[in-house]
């Protein structure tokens, strides 16, 4: 079965830097457009950043623009997040998605979730 598993979250401080990954497996990974969320407490799950099938474009959330990057490497089904000058309204569960249907930034268009890691940035 499909799966997607996010690893690199923590506690950090504010201003520091983390990077999370997403692996891929039982599926076609260049075939699915990728995507991170991220969701806050008592708050929605929201677009944080997505890139096509074979990462000639990126997107982003304008709260996250200039400071995170996103990438894949379709040869290890692998997608990262670099995440820079981290603030505390960073602070959430972060989830890669993948979607079938190509660009979207709503939740709805992605068809599959990992479990998510917890990233904590302090004041």
């Known amino acids: 079965q499909v799966q997607l598993v996010e690893s690199g979250g923590g506690l950090v401080q504010a201003g520091d830097s983390l990077r999370l990954s997403c692996t891929a497996s039982g599926l076609t990974f260049s075939n699915y457009f990728m995507g991170w969320f991220r969701q806050a407490p008592e708050k929605e799950r929201e677009f944080v950043a997505s890139i096509t099938y074979r990462g000639g474009a990126t997107f982003y959330a304008d709260s996250v623009k200039g400071r995170f990057a996103i990438s894949r490497d379709n040869a290890k089904n692998s997608m990262l997040l670099q995440m820079n000058s981290l603030k505390p309204d960073d602070t959430a569960v972060y989830y890669c998605?993948?979607?079938?249907?190509?660009?979207?930034?709503?939740?709805?268009?992605?068809?599959?979730w990992g479990q998510g890691t917890q990233v904590t940035v302090s004041s």
């Open positions: 998605a993948a979607s079938r249907s190509g660009y979207s930034r709503s939740t709805l268009a992605y068809d599959y």
